[in-house]
């Protein structure tokens, strides 16, 4: 059995149309010596134990039981090692089969449930929900970058890719399914930082973190879209500026349309506010003409009060 980058036995993908939830803040990994391919572990461990932990939240025990048993007997593990199923390697075990992982009998199960548990426990929003043909691009990618004797993936993600694709995922969507963020927020959140103030008051960054311009984030930006990662439409009235809007669920003529509908509903709010204010003058004008009293008057007379 091959044994992979980590240190540990490797695992294998069996199925890409499924999705893995981790937090933003994998990208950092677990300190300054990390390497991106320890973060891309990282990603796929916690989505393991977020799986896991899902289930048995929204199933129960009984259910959890039922799923780990024929787990372990799809892996081909003794589940008396990893027992009970609510065990922090019961959950991983769960998560993996979920997730369409293939673990090897030698798998070191207790190591990776371990990491995974004590780092999402210590982590808060934002999590990200990646289609998991986008994580193993970028791990197939770096497996390969750093040892050319790997199989070349067909469609590979670089690890600079892979950072500004997180960082997109990790800004809140709006209800109708899109999101719109700019590229300085890009910029901190693709370093695994939640708030812009943390980012720039960091005196350093880790060696496989380094800082990405606002040039390098448009390039990737036009590569991700070119390979049909999102769609991409930017409201504006010129040739310039305006706001970039992406989605993971429209196509480009769908994300148009959603925006535009949006943007066009908040602008008729405002509109129809403006005439209500119109109204509202128009009477008092009505009243003061009336009863003979100016502007002036009234202003008077409040300021007297």
């Not at 991983?92 to 426990?121: H, R």
Request: net charge neutral; glycine share 8%; charged share 30%.
């Amino acid at each position: 059995m091959k044994i992979g980058l980590s240190g540990k036995s490797e695992f294998q993908i069996m199925k890409s149309d499924n999705y893995f939830t981790f937090p933003l803040s994998i990208l950092r990994g677990e300190g300054e010596n990390s390497t991106p391919l320890d973060s891309l572990y990282l990603a796929i461990d916690c989505g393991c134990m977020n799986a896991g932990k899902g289930f048995l939240k929204r199933n129960g025990l009984d259910k959890l039981e039922e799923l780990f048993l024929g787990a372990c007997d799809h892996f081909g593990f003794d589940c008396d090692s990893f027992s009970p199923p609510d065990s922090i390697e019961g959950l991983y075990i769960v998560g993996a089969k979920l997730c369409g992982l293939s673990l090897p009998q030698e798998y070191d199960v207790t190591f990776s449930a371990s990491k995974a548990d004590s780092f999402l426990c210590g982590e808060e929003i934002p999590f990200i929900r990646m289609a998991s043909e986008s994580l193993w691009a970028s791990l197939n990618q770096e497996r390969f970058e750093l040892d050319p004797t790997n199989k070349k993936p067909n469609h590979g993600l670089s690890w600079r890719e892979f950072r500004v694709l997180a960082a997109i995922l990790s800004w809140h969507e709006t209800k109708e399914g899109f999101t719109s963020i700019g590229w300085e927020s890009i910029q901190f959140r693709a370093n695994g930082f939640v708030k812009k103030w943390d980012f720039k008051i960091a005196r350093r960054f880790p060696d496989h973190l380094p800082k990405l311009s606002r040039k390098q984030i448009r390039a990737t930006l036009d590569t991700l879209e070119a390979l049909g990662m999102f769609a991409r439409f930017r409201l504006s009235t010129g040739q310039r500026g305006g706001r970039m809007y992406y989605s993971f669920r429209h196509s480009r003529e769908e994300l148009a349309e959603a925006v535009c509908l949006k943007v066009n509903f908040r602008d008729r709010a405002r509109i129809t506010q403006n005439r209500q204010e119109d109204f509202r003058k128009c009477l008092e004008s009505l009243e003061r003409a009336k009863s003979g009293t100016s502007p002036e008057q009234v202003r008077d007379n409040q300021g007297a009060k």
